[in-house]
């Protein structure tokens, strides 16, 4: 099998194609012709429109909302592009759905992010690419090399410009401590004191705060999260930091705006001043409020698929 190429070749499904697009213009290279269309019955159909023989493939795609619809479109390119002998084929995937499924959490639980990867893996992708995976050792579902790009990177450069280093009036939180890893990374960059909010989880995108762990009485607060989907934990988190921890402002950023039900709703009646958030699910207008500022990706996406096509080292920009 080929492993390096002389040309390389983006192609994009529907799920995020301005980012697709940004990604190829930060690379220098147009994106590939390929035409996606559904059949009547709801089948999916992919057409790869230009050769690709030989070519090292980046098919950019994220399997967001609606996610089964997204994730199929991918499956079936990058088996279409197998079948047309591409050399590899990268499966360039900004927001992983399904990472939430990755383990048992009571009897007779699928565990759908290890199916998802071995989805990818039998379509023929010969490696991924993506970013924040919910957890991290999901990148051991896979058999194939997975670089997990982190969305500090990109967040991190705007909040050194906005709160500057050891500034007295902030200080990070995580919302559980599933995120205490994040924060504490976020938090030592800004070299910031890392506070965290204990909640207890009912049910399924409903959440309780218990208490917090560190004191944010007069602070600012800079929550740090992979994701926000419903957004209930996080509002539920910021009401917490002002009423009982008697913080004077709360100001959140995560990776991926899932933003799903209803997210905008619960935002603009919280706390939370502002939101900074990834496009790496792409933001519809109906959803883009004054509170949510969307920070772009596709310059940290495009240096690690030209380090992949270059066969350098992608973990230079791990921070």
Do not use: W
Not at 80 to 109: C, E, H, M, N
Not at 158 to 181: A, H, L, Q, R, W
Not at 189 to 211: C, F, G, T, Y
Not at 232 to 243: D, M, N
Request: with cysteine; net charge negative.
């Amino acid at each position: 099998m080929v492993y390096h190429s002389t040309q390389i070749k983006i192609f994009s499904g529907n799920s995020n194609p301005a980012l697709a697009q940004a990604i190829a213009d930060s690379i220098g290279v147009p994106l590939g012709n390929c035409k996606i269309s559904t059949f009547s019955d709801g089948e999916i159909s992919v057409s790869i429109e230009e050769s690709v023989r030989g070519c090292d493939v980046f098919v950019v795609q994220s399997t967001c909302s609606p996610v089964n619809n997204h994730l199929m479109e991918m499956l079936i390119m990058i088996d279409a592009l197998r079948r047309a002998s591409a050399g590899r084929i990268t499966a360039v995937i900004p927001y992983f759905g399904y990472g939430r499924q990755d383990r048992k959490t009571k009897a007779r639980d699928p565990i759908s992010a290890k199916l998802v990867a071995n989805l990818i893996e039998k379509a023929g992708a010969d490696r991924v690419l993506t970013m924040d995976l919910h957890a991290s050792q999901i990148q051991g579902f896979f058999d194939i090399p997975v670089d997990n790009l982190l969305g500090t990177s990109v967040l991190l450069p705007y909040f050194e410009k906005m709160v500057g280093e050891s500034n007295p009036d902030y200080i990070v939180v995580s919302p559980d401590f599933g995120s205490v890893t994040r924060a504490r990374k976020f938090a030592e960059k800004l070299k910031l004191p890392l506070a965290i909010i204990d909640k207890r989880r009912q049910q399924a995108n409903v959440s309780e705060v218990m208490n917090i762990i560190g004191s944010v009485e007069g602070k600012k607060v800079i929550l740090v999260d992979d994701m926000i989907d419903t957004a209930g934990t996080l509002c539920h988190g910021a009401e917490a930091l002002v009423t009982k921890g008697g913080a004077t402002e709360v100001i959140a950023c995560a990776s991926h705006g899932v933003l799903s039900g209803k997210a905008i709703k619960n935002i603009s009646e919280s706390a939370i001043s502002k939101i900074y958030i990834l496009d790496t699910i792409p933001l519809p207008e109906e959803k883009q409020i004054d509170k949510i500022s969307v920070l772009p990706v596709a310059d940290m996406f495009g240096q690690a698929i030209r380090r992949i096509y270059q066969d350098d080292s992608v973990s230079e920009l791990f921070m």
